[in-house]
């Protein structure tokens, strides 16, 4: 995104070592939807959304980086929400970056959930996701880069009535367009039962396109309750400017009469400067299992939508 502003900073919370000051960089963006079909939502179809990014940082003495960052959207304003996203990044050279997620973290598993291209998004969208292991406030996320390979890991240490939650992932890029990823983990802040993660999937890219293919398993502890998520996708960048997708995925629940989530997307999208405009067409059959799965009694989805974003 192109920068907006500059405020310019005479110190920077030094309080501990020497930090070179910087400016406060403001970033953001504004988008128009419009969203019809029969997913169950009702009222008028279109809306906006809009963000606004404050990140700044400096350089300690000893070479480490510190990196601050706040989001401001439609959604803050409501009690304890006055920031959404909020991180301290420090950065610890080839020892990696360790970030802290004071609110709206997402775990490795949440981050992994379907890495399968897409023009716009998943062929999931507007019905049940697959499983998005431990995401919350007050969580550690490291990430570090060796060569051919991106280690990944997220930590959220105890709180009430859950113990500590950990997931770990990894990427692999040794072959030449080819990427190979998978995480695994437990979550133990899923109302008191705990739910064991794994993901496997991987990337081949020829031209253009780009095919990608992802399973994904969790395991809990409460009754009833394991998934198993399949998704497969391709997408092609026509032009630099113009990019298309078409993806199918599976999600199969453990919960007696319900029926596998079956879902079909196609998505393109259009970027011209600062300005893209995207779309999506997504079918889904038995949506959250089916209505015998007492998840969701609208069990056919069909989804139409358009989005026409800025970024500054």
Same mark, same amino acid.
């Given at each position: 995104m192109n920068k907006m502003k500059k405020i310019g900073l005479t110190a920077l919370a030094a309080s501990l070592v020497s930090v070179s000051a910087q400016a406060v960089d403001i970033s953001g963006g504004s988008s128009l939807t419009y969203a019809a079909g029969n997913d169950g939502t009702n009222g008028n179809p279109w809306s906006m959304n809009d963000s606004l990014t404050f990140s700044w940082g400096g350089e300690l003495d000893n070479g480490f980086t510190v990196d601050m960052?706040?989001?401001?959207?439609?959604?803050?304003?409501?009690?304890?929400?006055?920031?959404?996203?909020?991180t301290l990044a420090i950065g610890m050279g080839d020892a990696g970056t360790l970030t802290f997620w004071g609110r709206s973290g997402s775990g490795v598993v949440g981050s992994?959930?379907?890495?399968?291209?897409?023009?716009?998004?998943?062929?999931?969208?507007?019905?049940?996701?697959?499983?998005?292991?431990?995401?919350?406030?007050?969580?550690?996320?490291y990430t570090n880069s060796m060569d051919a390979a991106t280690l990944h890991a997220s930590y959220t240490p105890q709180?009430?009535?859950?113990?500590?939650?950990?997931?770990?992932?990894?990427?692999?890029?040794?072959v030449d367009n080819l990427e190979l990823y998978g995480a695994a983990?437990?979550?133990n802040? #899923? @109302?008191?039962?705990?739910?064991?993660? =794994?993901?496997?999937? $991987?990337? /081949? +890219?020829? %031209?253009?396109? !780009?095919?990608?293919?992802?399973?994904?398993k969790?395991?809990?502890?409460?009754?009833n309750s394991d998934e198993e998520f399949t998704a497969w996708s391709?997408?092609?960048?026509?032009?630099?400017?113009?990019?298309?997708?078409?993806?199918?995925?599976?999600?199969?629940?453990?919960? #007696? @009469?319900?029926?596998?989530?079956?879902? =079909?997307?196609?998505? $393109?999208? /259009? +970027?011209? %400067?600062?300005? !893209?405009?995207?779309?999506?067409?997504?079918?889904?059959?038995?949506?959250?299992g089916?209505?015998?799965?007492?998840?969701?009694?609208?069990?056919?989805?069909?989804?139409?939508?358009?989005n026409l974003s800025f970024a500054f």
């Open positions: 960052s706040f989001l401001l959207d439609n959604s803050d304003g409501a009690g304890a929400n006055i920031f959404d996203n909020r992994f959930d379907d890495r399968t291209p897409n023009a716009y998004e998943e062929s999931w969208t507007s019905g049940d996701s697959p499983n998005q292991g431990h995401s919350s406030a007050n969580m550690f996320y709180g009430s009535g859950a113990s500590a939650s950990s997931e770990f992932g990894v990427v692999i890029t040794a983990g437990t979550d802040g #899923n @109302g008191g039962a705990a739910v064991d993660n =794994t993901i496997m999937g $991987a990337k /081949y +890219t020829i %031209g253009g396109a !780009t095919v990608g293919l992802q399973q994904n969790a395991d809990s502890e409460a009754t391709i997408s092609y960048a026509v032009s630099e400017d113009l990019s298309v997708s078409y993806g199918r995925s599976t999600l199969d629940f453990e919960t #007696n @009469g319900t029926s596998d989530q079956e879902a =079909t997307g196609i998505s $393109a999208s /259009y +970027t011209m %400067g600062s300005m !893209t405009l995207a779309a999506t067409v997504n079918s889904i059959d038995n949506q959250g089916g209505a015998t799965g007492a998840k969701n009694t609208d069990t056919n989805s069909d989804t139409y939508e358009v």
